[in-house]
């Protein structure tokens, strides 16, 4: 069973179109995470919820938002996307979302998202 | 804010060479420091990690050594492989949350 899968693998859009990327952990963690890699392998994290709830949002345009139906999901959608949203994004997930410890964060497969 | 900077890439090795990969941290207080590893194609798996200072961590033949007094956490590995060709990410997080800092990350590439 796959730990951490996100739905689709790729993507390919045109400019002003509105998407999703699903995210599903089966592993128990409560934290999840939202992480953009540019063309460069710069990684730089988006969001994270623990339980549902949002702890957090790093600069991004509100054209992002994520959704946490459950601590098991953390979908990202994109609203009116733009030439630079072109990224590969990860979703992952941790056991802790209380700040002690060094939990591992287990990455999904990635979405490659290519705006056009 | 905090940061790590590590150094750029391509690194391209012969097999059974030594490979070290430097990386460096801007942080207060103490993080642990991590090691990803991102194989073509695939997602970030953690390689290894260090808590706190001169804690060494080690898996698959690397290793790396938490330096506080230099704020370093260099990458080694005795004798590469090309399996081991992939991109190499060095991470800190802080004790208060759960958020990963990366470096710019290394691509590294093992020839036969």
């Known amino acids: 069973d796959t730990a951490v899968s996100q739905t689709p693998k790729y993507l390919v859009t045109q400019m002003g179109n509105d998407k999703s990327i699903k995210c599903e952990q089966n592993?128990?963690?409560?934290?999840m995470y939202w992480y953009k890699q540019d063309s460069k392998k710069f990684l730089k994290i988006m969001f994270s919820?623990?339980?549902?709830?949002?702890?957090i949002n790093e600069t991004v345009p509100n054209r992002f938002s994520p959704k946490s139906p459950d601590k098991a999901h953390l979908n990202l959608h994109i609203n009116s996307l733009e030439l630079g949203d072109s990224a590969v994004y990860f979703c992952a997930s941790s056991q802790d979302g209380g700040g002690r410890g060094s939990y591992e964060q287990y990455f999904g497969p990635g979405t490659r998202l290519t705006v056009t | 804010g905090d940061s790590v900077t590590q150094m750029e890439g391509p690194v391209t090795l012969s097999e059974e060479a030594f490979l070290t990969i430097n990386c460096t941290y801007t942080?207060?207080?103490?993080?642990?420091l991590f090691w990803y590893v991102q194989y073509p194609g695939e997602g970030l798996q953690l390689l290894l990690k260090a808590t706190k200072a001169d804690d060494k961590g080690s898996n698959k033949g690397f290793e790396a050594t938490y330096r506080k007094e230099t704020t370093s956490f260099h990458l080694e590995k005795g004798s590469v492989q090309v399996s081991d060709s992939a991109v190499y990410f060095c991470?800190?997080?802080?004790?208060?949350?759960?958020?990963?800092?990366f470096g710019g990350g290394t691509r590294v590439l093992v020839k036969p």
């Open positions: 592993l128990g963690h409560d934290t």
């Open positions: 942080a207060t207080g103490y993080p642990s």
């Open positions: 919820y623990n339980n549902k709830e949002l702890i």
């Open positions: 991470a800190l997080r802080k004790a208060a949350g759960n958020k990963l800092t």
